[in-house]
C-alpha cells in the first residue's frame, strides 16, 4: 500500500487533475509519470475556500515533500503531513467501511445495545463493542467505540501503517 499526504490549504474549486499537474511542477518531477502523484479525495468545510486533499505518492515523493513540509500551489503555501485514516462504520461501529454500505446491526458507540447511538439513553459506564468483539481483557473496555485511545482501533492502525510502503 502506498502512503497517503494531507496537503492543507488547497484552494476548494480545485480539480483532482489539477491538484496533482501543480504538485508535480512544484516538486519538478518528470512529466512522464503521472503517477507519481495521485489526488485521491478532499474533506473540509463546503464553504470555506480551501480544503484539504489526500494525494497518494511512491515512498521517495513523500520523503521529498514531508522533508519540504509545505508544497506550493498556485498562490499557497499548503502544509502537509502524513495522512493515515481507518474508516469506522456509524452503523455498526466496525472498521474498513462506511455505514452507507454496511449490512450488519447496529450497534450503539456507547452501550453496545442493537440501536443507533443517537438514540441511546444508556447513561452509565461506557463499552467499545469492538474491544468486546475482540475479545480484549474487559478492564480495556470502558470507553466508547469512537474514542481514539481504543486499544482495537489502535491495533488496526498500527497494522495499516506496518502494511503501508514507506520505503524503509
Known sequence: MLPRI?????????????????????????????????????FGDRNSTTCTWVIECKPNIRNIILNRKKLYLGWS??????????LRCFKCQGFGHMASVCK???????????????????????????CIRAKVNEEECFHEACDNKCVTYN?????????????Q
Open 104 to 130: 450488519n446491526k447496529a450497534a450503539c458507540s456507547r452501550c453496545t445495545g442493537e440501536h443507533d447511538t443517537k438514540d441511546c439513553t444508556n447513561n452509565g459506564r461506557p463499552s467499545c463493542i469492538n
Open 155 to 167: 491495533r488496526r492502525l498500527q497494522a495499516h501503517i506496518n502494511n503501508t510502503d514507506y520505503g
Open 6 to 42: 494531507a496537503v492543507i490549504g488547497v484552494p476548494s474549486d480545485w480539480r483532482p487533475n489539477r491538484v496533482a499537474a501543480r504538485i508535480n511542477d512544484d516538486l519538478d518531477l518528470p512529466e512522464n509519470d503521472p503517477d507519481e502523484v495521485i489526488s485521491k479525495y478532499k
Open 77 to 86: 503555501a499548503c502544509p502537509v503531513r502524513d495522512h493515515v485514516r481507518i
